[in-house]
């Protein structure tokens, strides 16, 4: 568990490192005002990191409670967080270009398959259903223009 | 009589037609929140703010409220039937409440939740109503130094009560507070941390954030376990013995003072209410050796504390614009998206949301305790249907929430994103309360902050030569010690053992 804790400090103490030298040479630290806009962010990073530095420190000469005993899930729980992360990301991506009920469609469908443990054909019927059931209610209901495709023919059809 | 004059004024406000059907709405999307699993109060209610943009304020905040306070009854009903708590409040209900629902008295079990909830729910307005306008008051004579500590005494607060590891709050607070800080300063107009991308030069979008942390994140961490439909205990007779109508009267009395007034401390989990309250059952009961085997004292006071609880975290916000809880800085995110600042201005700018918010929370706990009983058979209904199905529609519905808040795309790369990071957070044992509440209030700190180094011509000073500001800042420091003294006796103890 130790291993992690430093990783995830070092990481963050990076992070606050940047912070500091972000707002205190890349924008102004003062103005004629009074403080300028890279004022607060510095601060932020100094507590950031000497927070950190103090939790580092703590985790590193004292003892750490051992690793969780559900800390790594099965394989199976693996699985199905990256199915999850993986259909997101494609998701966030191809929302743009093929808009979104093309998109929604094959994400309901996979995830209906994985984590649903549906067979295709309800997957296929239940993915069309909601993918076109949330369509109508956030476009037509609530006025949220939903992206269309960025290909012409297919935005042509409202898709 | 001023207050009772703005009280009628807002009943007048929220027994309008189209508020009772948004109280109604939030009521019942609440109770679905809190029926199902892998969306908690805070998602919940960030998922509906795209959909008041089309709403009155009025009608959109009293929506999202009753989603709060719905969602803390909706957990009771998956805790009192399937042993599984719908919401982290609802945890100490399964000692007692399942137990009554395999002995075939679940329903007296969810009745006396349901009464319970109205009760504490109930006298919780009362306080808020008693003590809020001269809160509000007071906070109105405050300058910008004594915001600014102000501000800080709460996050310090919150905190330390978000997490067993304080350095761990505050370095997630801290975090928080830098993300808010990306995009255009809001008193200069320079772009921060934008690493020259258009989409970042109005910074994150709160939603997308609250999305991510809690929403995405809780239902990754569900999903490491083979997710399957629950099995209900069935449900018999929902009215209440007069026996357990008699014994449970004291447990909701003192739920609802323990909640109230814990509902005050910003960072204080609703949980903690219900933890307390079970625990001072046991601790006054005559028989405490019986609690855990299905006693409807177990159930009345957790229940009755939780929407006390729920009820009194709005004073915080309403007088002094410091949200208590993550789904109070939603709420908040509401309020301001809708043009409005919650604070002590708000009474005076805007008496008629303010008293009409107040009195709709009167009206939706009587709706919950009418909708509720009879609508139990559809929750379990609900509950039949398998998780790993219900998480595909409930993500869906998450990804567009996430883009409908601003109409971007880039939204939903950052709702998943931080859901990626709140996963790996929580595996580490960070809270994530503590980086919405600094999320929320940071703007505001640095405002203040602006005006009070302005109003002493950059002389940081200013904060230690004002009394009320000093007397803030100490009690901070001293909040801070107390709780880093805590953390240190505790590891200390743990070490020995």
């Known amino acids: 568990m130790r291993r992690y804790y430093q990783a995830a400090g070092v990481i963050i103490l990076a992070f606050a490192l940047y912070v500091m030298y972000e707002s205190r040479f890349g924008i102004d630290y003062r103005t004629e005002y009074g403080p300028g806009p890279g004022y607060l962010p510095f601060w932020c990073g100094v507590f950031l990191a000497a927070f950190t530095l103090a939790w580092l420190i703590q985790i590193t000469f004292r003892p750490v409670e051992g690793l969780a005993a559900n800390f790594y899930p099965d394989r199976g729980g693996r699985m199905r967080i990256l199915s999850v992360m993986v259909a997101m990301i494609l998701f966030s991506i191809f929302m743009t270009i093929l808009g979104f009920q093309l998109t929604i469609l094959p994400f309901l469908f996979c995830l209906l398959l994985i984590l649903g443990r549906q067979k295709i054909l309800p997957a296929l019927v239940l993915s069309v259903a909601v993918g076109w059931g949330l369509t109508y209610i956030f476009r037509n209901l609530l006025d949220v223009p939903l992206p269309l495709s960025a290909f012409d023919f297919l935005s042509n059809l409202g898709l | ?497």
């Open chain 2, 1 to 497: 009589m001023e207050t009772i004059h703005n009280l009628i004024m807002g009943f007048s406000v929220a027994l309008s037609p189209e508020n009772l059907m948004y109280a109604l709405l939030g009521c019942v999307w609440g109770t679905m929140v809190g029926v199902l699993p892998g969306i908690g109060p805070a998602t919940g209610t960030a998922l509906l703010i795209p959909l008041t943009y089309h709403l009155p304020p009025v009608g959109g905040i009293i929506m999202l409220s009753a989603i709060f306070y719905g969602s803390q009854y909706g957990g009771t009903i998956t805790t009192v039937l399937l042993n599984v708590p719908g919401e982290a409040s609802s945890v100490i209900t399964m000692m007692d409440g399942h137990q009554m629902a395999k002995q075939g008295r679940g329903g007296a079990a969810l009745s006396i939740a349901a009464l319970g909830s109205f009760f504490g729910g109930t006298l919780s307005v009362v306080g808020l109503v008693l003590f809020a306008p001269p809160l509000a008051t007071l906070a109105l004579k405050l300058g910008p130094p004594e915001f600014f500590s102000l501000i800080v005494l709460g996050l310090c607060v919150g905190m330390g009560l978000a997490g067993k590891s304080i350095l761990k709050s505050l370095i997630v607070g801290i975090l928080g507070m830098i993300l808010s800080l990306v995009g255009l300063d809001a008193v200069q107009g320079v772009p921060r941390f934008t690493f020259g991308s258009s989409d970042l030069l109005d910074g994150f979008e709160f939603i997308s954030i609250v999305i991510g942390l809690f929403g995405i994140s809780d239902i990754l961490i569900t999903l490491e376990t083979p997710v399957q439909a629950a099995v209900a205990t069935s449900l018999k007779g929902l009215i209440p013995t007069r026996q357990d109508l008699k014994r449970s009267f004291g447990p909701a009395l003192r739920g609802t003072v323990i909640g109230f007034f814990l509902g005050l401390l910003p960072g204080m989990g609703v949980a903690v209410s219900s933890f307390i309250s079970y625990a001072v059952e046991k601790r006054v009961s005559k028989h405490p050796e019986k609690f855990g085997t299905g006693i409807i004292e177990g159930v009345a006071g957790p229940e009755t504390a939780n929407n006390a609880h729920a009820n009194s975290s709005m004073i915080p916000m309403f007088t002094l614009g410091i949200p208590s809880a993550p789904v109070m800085a939603v709420l908040m995110s509401a309020f301001i998206i809708n043009g409005l600042q919650p604070g002590p201005q708000l009474f005076v700018e805007n008496p008629e949301l303010v008293w009409g918010v107040i009195a709709s929370l009167y009206i939706g706990n009587a709706i919950l305790l009418v909708l509720n009983l009879p609508l139990i058979p559809l929750w379990v209904q609900v509950l039949r249907i398998p998780w790993g199905i219900l998480f595909c529609f409930i993500l869906a519905v998450m990804v567009v929430g996430g883009y409908s808040s601003n109409n971007s795309t880039f939204d939903v790369r950052v709702m998943v994103g931080f859901g990626i990071a709140g996963y790996i957070l929580k595996k580490l044992d960070f809270p994530l309360a503590p980086a919405l509440l600094t999320f929320i209030l940071t703007p505001m700190l640095e405002k203040s902050l602006f005006r009070s180094l302005v109003m002493s011509q950059g002389d940081i000073t200013i904060l230690l030569t004002r009394p009320i500001s000093l007397i803030f800042l100490i009690l901070a420091i001293v909040i801070l010690f107390v709780f880093t003294l805590r953390a240190t006796s505790a590891v200390k103890g743990d070490s020995e053992v």
